[in-house]
């Protein structure tokens, strides 16, 4: 059973990783569209939501509370790069739009673990249980 277990949270984690590579690619892909005239900023709130869940679903996945990191490094990388270009000078995202994407899409992985790491450093101590008085037996 501890196998099984082991093998599932490995198969989350692989997924997690593709998952975060196909979401940013998407997402770069679709950035220089237009729709009527008007630039695809549906994509914003859609990167914000898509790295939440990517966040949630690694964490979940994989039992780790660093699992967030298997969707968010190869999501950053591809989207660094895609807003970045190339030598030949081709960039998917290099628009206002890629940069609100890549910010907002950043803040669905960082935030929730910043959150997550402030209430473990500020929380208050816990409390201690108050002594229990016992009647005196004469």
Avoid: C, N
């Amino acid at each position: 059973m501890k196998l099984l277990d082991l093998a599932l949270r490995g198969f989350g984690g692989v997924l997690a990783v593709f998952l975060g590579v196909a979401s940013a690619v998407l997402e770069a892909v679709y950035t220089p569209y237009r729709i009527g005239g008007w630039p695809a900023v549906w994509l914003v709130p859609t990167a914000l939501l898509v790295s939440l869940f990517l966040g949630w679903f690694a964490r979940t996945a994989t039992g780790l509370a660093w699992g967030w990191w298997l969707a968010a490094v190869p999501w950053f990388l591809v989207m660094i790069f895609a807003v970045g270009g190339t030598q030949e000078g081709d960039q998917i995202a290099a628009t206002w739009l890629g940069l609100l994407v890549l910010a907002t899409g950043g803040i669905g992985f960082v935030g929730p673990a910043a959150y997550r790491a402030g209430k473990r450093t500020t929380a208050p101590p816990p409390r201690t249980a108050a002594p229990q008085l016992t009647p005196h037996q004469s």
